[in-house]
């Protein structure tokens, strides 16, 4: 079962990162599908190793039933054909305590839907951003809960093109995030959104200040380095904080409890945040209302 699993991985990640490493953008999209499928084979190959012997590869199975082992303790074996899904496959890794990057598991699958949406758009920058979200998934899962060598199990070639598009991927999204660092925001929530931030024209997240020197928070504009758009802020920083899985991201780095978005009354945009007490787009207080300072 196992050298199936792990060999059909490798396979369907090699074969997607070919196509998209030679340039074949018109099979972009299956590219994408079998990079994802890889990378969930791979998942299942770390629960199946962590199944209890004589278990029927228990944690890799959607159904699990209770059994009478030779000596009456009760055991788990897994029951039929029927693997975990994604989600299912998440929720046993977290059980587990085995730790993965999610977020850019669901980024990969976010890019195969914009490629698909915006399929008329140069798409490599999105490409290279799921071949970098690849790098960093296949290291974690391959290295620290398979303990092989990348490398080896991937072939050079391949390991290689993940590494490269790893690596101008992150150069281009710190070049992002530092093009903010004169910026002071007002609201540290949305400050951190800037990590996060995405482009409505070509879904890329390579999302920058045109001005770099600027340092007024109410005179950001924003460029998307990868397909030029220009956007204005408040559209960007807007979708940022209501997007959901900023909402998770922020809160598994910050431990404050809950925070809530409200309509703003000053911009009527969704920015008003309860836990900060202001308006993250416009500055709108209540408390400074009555000063008639707004
Ligand atoms: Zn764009
Ligand atoms: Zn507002």
Known sequence: ????????????????????HSGQYARSLSAIRNIYAGILLLCKEVLVRHSPKNSNDVLIKSRILPSKGDDGTIIFVGKGRKTVNRTQIQERFESLGLSLDWNRLNRISEIRNEIEHFYSKKPEPLLREALSGTFVLVHRLVVDHLNELPIALLGQKTWQALLEANEV?????????????????????????IEQLSCPSCGSSLIMQLDEGNADEYSIELLCSSCGAIHERETIFEAALINEKYHEY????????????????????????VEENKCAL????PVDITDENW
């Open 169 to 193: 991927y992150e150069k281009e999204h710190a070049r992002c995030i530092s093009s903010f660092g004169s910026v002071s925001f007002g609201s540290p929530i949305l400050e951190q959104a």
């Open 1 to 20: 079962m196992t050298d199936s699993l792990i060999g059909n991985a490798i396979l369907s990640i090699s074969m997607g990162v070919k196509d998209l």
């Open 282 to 285: 416009c500055g709108y207080n």
């Open 250 to 273: 922020y809160l598994s780095y910050n431990d404050t409890g809950d925070w809530a978005l409200e309509p703003c009354p000053g911009c009527r945009r969704q920015s008003y945040i």
